[in-house]
């Protein structure tokens, strides 16, 4: 994708939204995002990135930085280098198959998660619902290394069920990759598919995500960005290549990690959540759906997605409104999407390679976004506006 002071782009709309596709229309000033993202390949808070931006309709700005490790013999990172989403995933596909479970009567938000999965009681379990995980006040622990106790999926889950509350459900917000997990087993017990299946038939194939999956193949390898090695995997199996280790104990396919994709893939997936759910005439969650999970009620959270917490200190920056919405993943990944603004920034990276000590990525996120706020000309929100 070109670079320069001037960058060009527009939307061809087929059938009411969406092939977003660079041509010729809006000019934006987009240097300082450049030098922004270069600078921050050179002081080495990631190896390379891809970036998209989408603004009122069009793809303004669609390019990637680096390579795909600091070796001077790395091939660079393109836009359609794939990226270990993280937990992007549960946002990505967790929430999004919920979101259709719900609008078809196959799941209820208010019903217990014992519903679903019976062997999921005692010690307070009971009340927890599915919008308790959900919105991550379901009293879970944020984490587990389950291998130090698991070997298989089924005693991961047990060992959930079996785990002591660490707070009454829907008294306390705490991010859990526990509650996404039992997530992701739900999904797979109501439809009776994997959740990778589930994906690939209900968004990844119909919005030509052809680039987005679970366990991608040895023969993709030259596309995946590498993350850090895993030296406290303690099995003699084959280890999947996903990052996150629980993820890896589950298959590589969980509701809380383990899904790859492009930011050329997740365009795409965005796009569709922007027009209310809808792609060429094809409506894959209902606007009045997406509504109700984005709406964030007395929690921290909304429904599957973080939300900008009013005042400073968000990822999303200085510019986001109070509306949007987004997720961030432990490998670097993020998504940001700006209803009122008409505005989504996509950022992929792999900050975790070689080690996930390196946490520069903490002052670049909100550096990002306000980076792509200034360059599209926007106000910062009131509370940061001084």
Same mark, same amino acid.
């Given at each position: 994708?070109?670079?320069?002071?001037?960058?060009?782009?527009?939307? $061809?709309?087929?059938?009411?939204?969406?092939?977003?596709?660079?041509?010729? @229309?809006?000019?934006?000033?987009?240097?300082?995002?450049?030098?922004?993202?270069?600078?921050?390949?050179?002081?080495?808070?990631?190896?390379?990135?891809?970036?998209?931006?989408?603004?009122?309709?069009?793809?303004?700005?669609?390019?990637?930085? @680096?390579?795909?490790?600091?070796?001077?013999?790395?091939?660079?990172?393109?836009?359609?280098?794939?990226?270990?989403?993280?937990?992007?995933?549960?946002?990505?596909?967790?929430?999004? $198959?919920?979101?259709?479970?719900?609008?078809?009567?196959?799941?209820?938000?208010?019903?217990?998660?014992?519903?679903?999965?019976?062997?999921?009681?005692?010690?307070?379990?009971?009340?927890?619902?599915?919008?308790?995980?959900?919105?991550?006040?379901?009293?879970?622990?944020?984490?587990?290394?389950?291998?130090?106790?698991?070997?298989?999926?089924?005693?991961?889950?047990?060992? $959930?069920?079996?785990?002591?509350?660490?707070?009454?459900?829907?008294?306390?917000?705490?991010?859990?990759?526990?509650?996404?997990?039992?997530? @992701?087993?739900?999904?797979?017990?109501?439809?009776?598919?994997?959740?990778?299946?589930?994906?690939?038939?209900?968004?990844?194939?119909?919005?030509?995500?052809?680039?987005?999956?679970?366990?991608?193949?040895?023969?993709?390898?030259?596309?995946?960005?590498?993350?850090?090695?895993?030296?406290?995997?303690?099995?003699?199996?084959?280890?999947?290549?996903?990052?996150?280790?629980?993820?890896?104990?589950?298959?590589?396919?969980?509701?809380?990690?383990?899904?790859?994709?492009?930011?050329?893939?997740?365009?795409?997936?965005?796009?569709?959540?922007?027009?209310? @759910?809808?792609?060429?005439?094809?409506?894959?969650?209902?606007?009045?759906?997406?509504?109700?999970?984005?709406?964030?009620?007395?929690?921290?959270?909304?429904?599957?997605?973080?939300?900008?917490?009013?005042?400073?200190?968000?990822?999303?920056?200085?510019?986001?409104?109070?509306?949007?919405?987004?997720?961030?993943?432990?490998?670097?990944?993020?998504?940001?999407?700006?209803?009122?603004?008409?505005?989504?920034?996509?950022?992929?990276?792999?900050?975790?390679?070689?080690?996930?000590?390196?946490?520069?990525?903490?002052?670049?996120?909100?550096?990002?976004?306000?980076?792509?706020?200034?360059?599209?000309?926007?106000?910062?929100?009131?509370?940061?506006?001084?």
């Amino acid at each position: 994708m070109q670079s320069g002071r001037l960058f060009l782009a527009s939307l $061809i709309i087929l059938e009411g939204l969406s092939t977003l596709l660079p041509a010729r @229309g809006i000019a934006f000033d987009f240097v300082p995002l450049e030098t922004a993202v270069n600078k921050a390949v050179s002081d080495s808070v990631f190896p390379g990135a891809s970036l998209a931006v989408l603004y009122k309709g069009n793809v303004v700005f669609h390019k990637a930085f @680096g390579k795909l490790t600091y070796d001077r013999t790395s091939s660079p990172a393109d836009t359609t280098t794939m990226y270990d989403l993280a937990s992007l995933t549960k946002a990505v596909v967790t929430t999004n $198959i919920v979101m259709q479970l719900v609008e078809r009567d196959s799941l209820n938000l208010h019903a217990p998660v014992s519903h679903y999965l019976p062997e999921f009681t005692g010690k307070g379990k009971e009340t927890i619902t599915i919008e308790h995980l959900l919105r991550h006040t379901s009293g879970l622990r944020a984490h587990t290394l389950f291998s130090k106790t698991c070997s298989t999926p089924q005693q991961l889950f047990s060992t $959930i069920a079996s785990d002591t509350l660490l707070s009454k459900p829907g008294t306390t917000t705490l991010y859990s990759d526990l509650g996404f997990m039992l997530l @992701g087993r739900i999904i797979e017990t109501i439809t009776g598919r994997t959740l990778d299946a589930n994906f690939h038939h209900r968004f990844a194939e119909p919005l030509g995500m052809t680039s987005t999956m679970f366990t991608p193949p040895q023969s993709l390898s030259w596309r995946i960005a590498p993350v850090e090695k895993d030296n406290l995997w303690p099995f003699t199996i084959q280890r999947p290549q996903v990052h996150d280790q629980n993820s890896a104990l589950l298959g590589g396919v969980a509701g809380h990690a383990g899904l790859y994709s492009t930011t050329a893939d997740l365009i795409s997936m965005v796009a569709m959540l922007m027009n209310g @759910g809808t792609v060429k005439g094809h409506s894959y969650i209902k606007a009045a759906t997406l509504k109700k999970f984005l709406a964030r009620k007395d929690s921290l959270r909304a429904l599957g997605w973080d939300v900008r917490s009013p005042g400073g200190h968000s990822s999303a920056g200085d510019y986001y409104s109070t509306s949007s919405y987004g997720h961030l993943g432990f490998t670097g990944t993020s998504i940001w999407i700006d209803p009122a603004n008409e505005l989504a920034v996509i950022f992929l990276c792999n900050r975790v390679y070689p080690s996930s000590a390196n946490i520069k990525i903490r002052s670049f996120r909100p550096l990002l976004h306000n980076t792509v706020g200034s360059s599209l000309g926007l106000k910062k929100t009131a509370e940061n506006a001084r």
